[in-house]
């Protein structure tokens, strides 16, 4: 294999690769399963049960209902995310040395919205039942066309929707016991090309649009020490998505840059909470939660074709959040909250993944429009960190990198939810 037919199926193995990184990035996991879970940072979002919603985290929270309920919402995500100070660099073959460009900053945040919708219903005082769809994992970010590193950059649009089934049980006061079936469908779009490194038509180096179905499950308890003081513990186990559809990949080791024949696997990362909730008087109530994400199960990406595209060294992630609500009157009810969200990248990082630690800043209310149907709004404001990011492209045979490129990377955020809600 000549050099520049390694050169290209390298070039195209990282930009692969940056695309799911970006979809799968622990920045870019969504917590946007309710509006009142983003007023408050999503504290205590394991056992608080003020509506449907809690039945996304711990589906024995279900159990806490004493009549129907219905909860329809939509998050807003508009993200600011910036790669600032670009410096790429090119090896010259001829000298030996590298041209080097200035590319200046680049914006490629958007904004992504994403609906809710949750039922609950009792059938006596030991069962309860519950139907959702919300989403955990999505994405969008976009680099303009005439970015001279685009095949680092590119189109990634990723959404994913969640379908559950749960079923909860009271086991007595203080226990009760809860779990479900997730149906997880998703789907992606990802572009990476070069005009000047590939030699397909309009210098496509990948060319993807594929969606596909997974199954997963998650198990909840409940624990009331009494009606003011409550604990909940959940866990979800999350599948490896096998997604096919219209495939190009210029670097296949089969020679057919085809590949719409195989199908791309992404594993999804686990997730455990805990919760707590304490009503310290009539109008006052703190809540917390810890939440684990497995994204070290995320250890390659790969095809049923048999191409390994990359492996990774990527760690869990963690949050940590604290809130408190204000039961100001019968018609207003306020939350705050705040939350410390762990980054998944250790020691890789890529312009295209801004991953970094994070602080959500969150409030929100709650308007009670008489005794069985509420508006709920929440707004967060999520910062994040500058990261230094740097990275190289190495081919067989060339002892330095061929190409490589530095920048500072930084992603913001606002997210804004309204959601309403009715008890039968």
């Given at each position: ?78 993200t ?44 006596n ?36 929707i ?89 670097g ?9 024949g ?35 199960a995320?250890?390659?990406l ?74 709920d ?48």
């Amino acid at each position: 294999m000549n050099k520049k037919r390694l050169f290209t199926k390298s070039l195209v193995a990282v930009a692969i690769t940056m695309a799911s990184q970006q979809a799968m990035a622990a920045g870019f996991q969504l917590n946007s399963q309710s509006a009142t879970g983003l007023g408050r940072a999503f504290a205590g979002d394991a056992v608080i049960a003020d509506n449907a919603s809690v039945m996304s985290r711990n589906a024995a929270a279900m159990a806490l209902f004493d009549s129907p309920e219905l909860s329809l919402g939509l998050n807003v995500i508009d993200t600011d995310i910036d790669v600032k100070n670009v410096n790429y660099k090119v090896l010259n073959p001829s000298s030996g040395g590298y041209n080097e460009f200035g590319l200046g900053n680049q914006s490629v945040g958007d904004v992504s919205y994403v609906p809710n919708i949750y039922y609950i219903h009792p059938i006596n005082d030991q069962w309860a039942i519950g139907a959702g769809i919300y989403s955990n994992f999505g994405t969008k970010t976009e680099f303009s066309d005439d970015f001279a590193a685009n095949e680092f950059g590119g189109l990634t649009d990723v959404k994913s929707i969640n379908f559950a089934l749960s079923a909860s049980y009271r086991i007595n006061e203080q226990w009760s016991v809860g779990g479900g079936l997730d149906i997880i469908y998703g789907s992606g779009e990802l572009k990476r090309s070069n005009s000047n490194l590939s030699p397909a038509p309009g210098g496509a180096l990948v060319d993807v649009d594929a969606d596909g179905v997974g199954f997963g499950f998650n198990l909840g308890t409940v624990y009331e020490l009494n009606e003011n003081h409550r604990f909940g513990l959940s866990y979800r186990y999350s599948p490896e998505l096998e997604v096919d559809g219209d495939m190009f990949y210029a670097g296949a080791k089969s020679g057919n840059p085809d590949i719409s024949g195989d199908k791309l696997k992404i594993a999804l990362p686990d997730m455990a909470e805990f919760s707590g909730y304490h009503r310290l008087n009539q109008q006052f109530a703190v809540h917390y939660s810890v939440q684990w994400i497995g994204w070290s199960a995320f250890e390659d990406l790969n095809t049923t074709g048999g191409d390994v595209l990359n492996t990774y060294e990527w760690q869990d992630g963690w949050h940590y959040a604290i809130g408190g609500t204000y039961y100001l009157n019968s018609d207003w009810t306020l939350r705050a909250g705040y939350m410390y969200d762990t980054s998944a990248q250790d020691k890789k990082t890529s312009i295209s993944v801004p991953d970094s630690d994070r602080n959500w800043f969150s409030g929100g209310f709650t308007y009670h429009i008489d005794s069985k149907s509420n508006i709920d709004f929440g707004v967060t404001y999520l910062v994040g960190k500058d990261v230094q990011a740097s990275e190289g492209l190495m081919v067989d045979g060339v002892p330095v990198p061929v190409t490589s490129v530095t920048a500072t990377t930084r992603a913001n955020a606002w997210l804004y939810g309204i959601q309403y809600s009715r008890s039968f």
